[in-house]
Every structure is written in C-alpha cells, then in structure tokens.
C-alpha cells in the first residue's frame, strides 16, 4: 500500500465518489459522493425510495450478486469495496464495519437464542471460546440497555418485543468492535426513552473509540440528535447538505423545506409553511398516489400527495375545520371540540358510546413465570372520537389493542362493543400475504361477512382502494410491489372492508417516513370525519399522537398511569413519567439536543452506566 493510500485511509474512514446503484431501469442513486471522517456522524435522510439504503448497503458491498448495477468508487476503512475479494468482504463486513438493519425480525435467526446469534459473530471475527464469545454478547446486551442481559441471552427474537429485537442487532453489530457503524432505521420500533438511550450510546462510543457513523433514518429529529452532518436526497440524488444545524435550522432547498414542514412536533405549531410550500415555486412535484381520473382536490384530501408532507395533512385540517357544528345544542358539561388535536372533527356526544372496557387485566403464563402484562385498566370511546396510547415498549399497550378488538381474552374484566371493530396492524409487510394479491386480501372481510357475489365484491373492493388513494386496477398486484405507506393504505382499506364503528391502530405510521406519516394520519382523519369512526392510535411517537388525538392515555408496566386531552397531558403533565417520555422527545435543534444529553448523562452516571441502568 502506497504512503498516499494508507494517509487516506488515516484520515477518512470512508469515501464515495460517484456512486451511481441501478436497479434494471430504475435509477436507484445517481453521482452520490460524500466522505466521512473516524468519529464522525453523516445522517442520510429523504423520503422512502430516495436511495438512503441502497446507498448505504454500497458501503458494504451488499448489492454483490444481486443483479444491481454498481458504478462510481466506494473505500471503507482502507478497502476498495468493489475491487475487494468475497473474503475481504467478509472481513469487512462485521469486523470493521458493521450494519444495523430496519427490520429485525428478518435479520435475526427465530431458531437460535438472541445470545448465539452474537456470540457466532463475535468468534467468525475474533476467535477464542464458546464461553468468551456468550460473555461478549451479555456484556453487549447489557450495554443497549436490556434488562437482566444473562437470562435474556438465552432468549430467541420471538420472547423480545419489538424494541429489544431492535436493540439486539445493535449489540450484535458492537460486538466486534468496528470502526464504522452504518445504521439503516436503528430506532424505528423503539419507544422515546429507549431510543434516547440508544442515541447516546452511539454517541458515547463515537466519543471514546472513534467510531464512524452513517446513520440513515426518515426521522429528521433523529438526525438533530445524533450526526455532525445532514445528507438529504431525493430521487437518488443529493438536494443539500451541510452542518446539522444549519440544514435543520435554515434549509435552503424547497425538498428540504418541505421534508421539515411534515415533521410532527410535540408543541402546536400552524401548518404555515407546508401550506405555502405547496404553491411556491420550485416546490417538490405532488405526485398523487391516487388513480388517474380522480381529481386533485379529492387526492389531496386523502392525503395522497408525495413531497408535500403537511401539505396533505393541512387540506384535510382545513376541511375538516370547515365542518359545521353537528350539535349546537350539546350541554356544557360534554364539550365536543378538544384542542389537542389539528381540526380533525369534534367529540361526539357523550351518550354514543362505541367502546367500554372495564377493569381489564391480561395475565401471561402461570404460577412463578406469570407475567402480568395489562393490570386493571378501564377505556371509554366514543364515537367520531380518537384516543392516543403511548408508552414504552413492553408497557402493555399491544396487548390492550388487542383485547379491545377481541383478539385476546382478558384474564379478567370486560370489553363491550357497540358494533363492529377492526385493527390495523404495525408491520403491513407480514400481516399481508405476499402469496395473495391484496384486493384478495381487501375481500376476505367481506366474504366472511357473506358475500358471495363475486363481481359484487370486486366492485366493493376497487371502491375501497379508491377511497384510501390506490388505484382499483391494482386489486391483483402482490404486496412487495407497493411500498410501505401504499402497504399501509391496503391495510386500512381491509379494516374499512367490515365496515366498523372503531379502528384500533397499532403502530400504524412507526416505519413511515414523515411525509407518508402525514399522508397516512390525514387520510385516518378524513375517514373519521366522513365516517364517525372512533380511533385508538396505539404509538410510542408522542409527536404523532398529539397531532392525531382528541384524549390520551399513558401507560407504564401495564397500568395507565395518567389519562386526559391531549393539551392538559402534554402541557401540563401530573406523573413523572410522562415528564420523562416528553423530556426523550427528539429535538430538532441540535443544541438543546446536547443540552439533553448532557443532562440525561449527569442524571443517570458514567456513560458506561447510563443505559443498563436505564
């Protein structure tokens, strides 16, 4: 090696140049260049399909053999990711670079416990026994914050929720140590307080070895936590870049403009900006997800407007702002209208009743290992209504969507139904069937509910698809040729299918970026308005639910530890753990990021301590 190449290697930890990904005719990346420094932190963020990815498994090689075309230079720690042998890339991969991916139930082995799985990376990379390689993977549990790490390890990926699946591919990829992290979505499923947790984690480990980090993520505050940098693309190709303070702060592009103008914030704010940006000049395309023939107005009330973000959300606020008065002459005491929410419909009156659950209780498994998962918690719905549960992972709020629905029995207590009741699940990807097309899977409630009329129900079905944005033409593609916000859409479109009185939604937004969010939130607003729906928005997003929720719930260890309008519980919360999951909210201002963080690192000890104490 050259005296130039190993001074390179020195002093950029990676370096692209011209990277250029195709996928047939489809121009996934386009002259992407970027270097990153050790110790450094690039944050990549855009809409889904803007090449964030794909960019990011280039750095590992990981379009090799997949028929992808790859141009342009990519080095990572010193080695010429095209140019390198499969062993060299074995090598890299894991040893000094790692990946943390999206979805961890498709990268960890549901055969082998959680332990094994990072103890066989740890020895392919670093040798030595069995027993050093499990005390590896404990001490790495241990350090992402997973409780009683020992008997966790032993653990396989389905006895994890969510976040803890989560945080085991982060303790995998620290395992061995590298010297560049690439993290595709790391705190995707994660509830505020872990994912805080997590954040400074990486940031602690940047600080004391160097590490480089490429995070990749659609959460802009996120982003505001975590990197030095911002990298912001569109359609393959970089729209701005620049200091994390100065893009967040005083973006230049109109992508970039309206990308922020979507984010969620946990304080009201108007929709000003997204409003003025959808007529600016120099504005991103507004490409309707709806079929062709539906008008524009109808497509934006529905939320189906692409690089507008809060635009869609700002049409079916203003619409629904518009509404007249449904009961003018309801007693004071039930006021219809809560602030909390952005001018998605009023409350309806207090006598339609569509939900009460009373004193529910879910106990799992029996004598010494019985886990008590929802402890005594009561929840009254009313119709055109929407309730907002949030919490930390494991704190219950699943398993209470789930027995609202009637999906599971309640040990003890009572749910009563005013009528039909449906669910919209968090991952669309494996509640649908990828060996069914999804009209078929928009049909089933309604052939369960009798219909036996097949040219009836496919009318049926390309009605709902249109309701919801998709085109009824596609009633037979499969799943994977949607993407994540159309797969969600498909998703509301069979819970409509039973035509119900209450939805409960699970998470129905978390792997959304924040542009499908707000096509996604205001198309379940303008379903409400239309339809009288009562809403359950089970979320560990806090900015999410107070956009979209009338009351909110707060739940820890399986009790509700304090309820109320969304203003009351967020301006003024009583219980010091609400506090605490308002206080984990991302910051989209860097510096009182920081200011968190140091306070978080003070309250809780040393860095080493900080999340396994959590």
């Given at each position: 090696?050259t005296?130039?190449?190993?001074?390179?290697?020195?002093e950029t930890?990676?370096?692209v140049?011209d990277?250029?990904?195709?996928?047939g005719?489809v121009?996934?990346v386009?002259?992407?260049?970027?270097t990153?420094?050790?110790?450094a932190a690039l944050?990549?963020?855009g809409e889904s399909?803007?090449?964030?990815s794909?960019?990011?498994?280039a750095?590992?090689g990981?379009?090799r053999g997949t028929?992808a075309?790859v141009?342009?230079?990519?080095?990572v720690a010193?080695?010429?990711?095209a140019?390198?042998s499969?062993a060299?890339?074995?090598s890299l991969?894991g040893?000094l670079a790692?990946m943390?991916?999206?979805?961890?139930?498709s990268?960890?082995?549901p055969?082998y416990t959680?332990?094994?799985q990072?103890?066989?990376v740890y020895r392919?990379?670093?040798?030595?026994s069995?027993?050093?390689?499990?005390?590896r993977?404990?001490?790495?549990?241990?350090r992402v914050?997973i409780?009683?790490a020992?008997r966790?390890?032993?653990?396989?990926?389905h006895?994890?929720?969510g976040?803890?699946?989560?945080r085991?591919?982060?303790a995998?990829a620290l395992?061995?140590?590298?010297?560049l992290?690439?993290?595709?979505?790391?705190?995707?499923?994660?509830?505020?307080?872990v994912?805080a947790?997590?954040?400074?984690l990486?940031?602690e480990l940047?600080r004391?070895t160097g590490?480089?980090?490429?995070?990749v993520?659609h959460d802009v505050?996120?982003?505001a936590?975590s990197?030095d940098?911002?990298?912001?693309?569109?359609?393959?190709?970089?729209?701005e870049r620049g200091?994390?303070?100065?893009v967040?702060?005083a973006?230049?592009d109109?992508?970039?403009?309206a990308?922020l103008?979507s984010?969620?914030r946990?304080?009201?704010?108007p929709?000003?900006?997204a409003?003025?940006?959808c007529?600016s000049?120099g504005?991103p395309?507004?490409?309707?997800?709806a079929?062709e023939g539906r008008?524009?107005?109808?497509?934006g009330?529905?939320?189906?407007?692409r690089?507008?973000g809060n635009?869609?959300?700002?049409?079916a606020?203003s619409?629904?702002e518009s509404q007249?008065?449904?009961?003018?002459?309801?007693?004071?005491g039930?006021?219809r209208?809560?602030?909390?929410?952005?001018g998605?419909?009023?409350?309806?009156?207090a006598?339609e009743v569509?939900l009460e659950?009373?004193?529910l209780?879910?106990v799992?498994?029996?004598g010494?290992?019985?886990?008590t998962?929802v402890?005594s918690?009561g929840i009254t719905l009313?119709r055109?209504?929407t309730l907002?549960i949030?919490?930390?992972?494991g704190?219950?709020?699943t398993?209470?969507?789930?027995m609202?629905?009637?999906?599971l029995e309640?040990?003890?207590?009572?749910?009563?139904?005013?009528?039909t009741v449906q669910?919209?699940f968090?991952?669309?990807?494996s509640?649908?069937?990828p060996?069914r097309?999804i009209g078929e899977?928009?049909?089933d409630p309604?052939?369960?509910?009798g219909?036996?009329?097949?040219?009836a129900v496919?009318?049926?079905v390309?009605e709902?698809l249109?309701?919801?944005?998709?085109?009824p033409?596609?009633?037979?593609?499969y799943?994977h040729e949607?993407s994540?916000g159309?797969?969600q859409?498909?998703?509301?479109?069979r819970a409509l299918?039973?035509e119900?009185q209450?939805?409960?939604?699970?998470e129905?937004?978390?792997?959304l970026d924040?542009?499908?969010?707000?096509?996604v939130?205001a198309l379940?607003a303008?379903?409400?308005?239309?339809?009288?729906?009562?809403?359950v928005f089970?979320?560990?997003?806090?900015?999410?639910?107070r956009?979209?929720?009338?009351?909110?719930a707060v739940?820890?260890?399986?009790?509700?530890?304090?309820?109320?309008?969304v203003a009351a519980?967020?301006?003024?919360?009583?219980?010091?753990?609400?506090?605490?999951l308002?206080?984990?909210?991302p910051?989209?201002d860097?510096a009182?990021?920081?200011?968190?963080?140091?306070?978080?690192?003070e309250?809780?000890g040393?860095?080493?301590?900080?999340?396994a104490?959590a």
């Amino acid at each position: 090696m050259t005296e130039s190449v190993v001074k390179s290697a020195v002093e950029t930890l990676v370096e692209v140049a011209d990277l250029g990904i195709s996928f047939g005719e489809v121009r996934a990346v386009d002259g992407l260049s970027f270097t990153l420094a050790p110790g450094a932190a690039l944050g990549v963020v855009g809409e889904s399909g803007s090449g964030k990815s794909a960019s990011a498994y280039a750095l590992l090689g990981l379009h090799r053999g997949t028929g992808a075309r790859v141009t342009g230079s990519v080095r990572v720690a010193g080695v010429d990711v095209a140019a390198a042998s499969d062993a060299e890339l074995r090598s890299l991969r894991g040893g000094l670079a790692a990946m943390v991916f999206q979805d961890p139930l498709s990268s960890l082995d549901p055969y082998y416990t959680i332990g094994d799985q990072i103890a066989e990376v740890y020895r392919v990379h670093k040798g030595g026994s069995r027993r050093a390689a499990r005390a590896r993977a404990v001490s790495v549990l241990d350090r992402v914050g997973i409780p009683d790490a020992a008997r966790k390890s032993r653990a396989r990926p389905h006895e994890f929720s969510g976040g803890m699946r989560q945080r085991a591919l982060i303790a995998m990829a620290l395992a061995c140590e590298p010297r560049l992290l690439i993290a595709d979505e790391p705190t995707t499923a994660l509830d505020v307080t872990v994912q805080a947790q997590i954040l400074d984690l990486l940031h602690e480990l940047r600080r004391e070895t160097g590490l480089g980090l490429l995070l990749v993520t659609h959460d802009v505050g996120v982003a505001a936590e975590s990197v030095d940098e911002v990298l912001v693309m569109r359609a393959g190709r970089e729209v701005e870049r620049g200091p994390v303070g100065k893009v967040l702060g005083a973006p230049q592009d109109p992508y970039t403009q309206a990308l922020l103008a979507s984010v969620p914030r946990i304080s009201p704010t108007p929709p000003l900006p997204a409003v003025a940006l959808c007529g600016s000049a120099g504005a991103p395309p507004q490409t309707p997800i709806a079929p062709e023939g539906r008008s524009s107005s109808n497509a934006g009330r529905a939320g189906g407007l692409r690089g507008a973000g809060n635009c869609a959300t700002s049409h079916a606020r203003s619409a629904a702002e518009s509404q007249p008065e449904r009961d003018p002459g309801r007693s004071p005491g039930n006021p219809r209208r809560v602030s909390g929410r952005g001018g998605v419909g009023d409350l309806p009156a207090a006598g339609e009743v569509v939900l009460e659950a009373r004193n529910l209780r879910k106990v799992f498994g029996r004598g010494r290992t019985a886990f008590t998962a929802v402890d005594s918690v009561g929840i009254t719905l009313h119709r055109g209504e929407t309730l907002g549960i949030v919490g930390e992972s494991g704190s219950g709020k699943t398993t209470l969507g789930r027995m609202l629905v009637g999906l599971l029995e309640p040990s003890e207590g009572s749910v009563r139904r005013a009528g039909t009741v449906q669910m919209v699940f968090q991952d669309p990807v494996s509640s649908l069937n990828p060996r069914r097309s999804i009209g078929e899977s928009v049909a089933d409630p309604l052939r369960a509910a009798g219909r036996r009329d097949e040219a009836a129900v496919r009318a049926r079905v390309g009605e709902l698809l249109a309701r919801v944005g998709l085109d009824p033409d596609r009633y037979d593609s499969y799943p994977h040729e949607f993407s994540g916000g159309q797969r969600q859409r498909v998703g509301i479109a069979r819970a409509l299918a039973a035509e119900p009185q209450l939805i409960v939604c699970d998470e129905p937004v978390s792997a959304l970026d924040v542009t499908t969010q707000a096509q996604v939130t205001a198309l379940l607003a303008e379903l409400q308005r239309e339809l009288g729906l009562a809403l359950v928005f089970i979320a560990h997003d806090l900015a999410v639910v107070r956009q979209v929720s009338d009351r909110v719930a707060v739940m820890r260890r399986g009790r509700i530890v304090e309820e109320g309008e969304v203003a009351a519980v967020y301006g003024a919360p009583k219980d010091p753990y609400t506090r605490q999951l308002l206080a984990a909210v991302p910051s989209l201002d860097p510096a009182l990021a920081s200011e968190r963080r140091a306070a978080r690192r003070e309250l809780r000890g040393t860095p080493r301590q900080e999340v396994a104490a959590a």
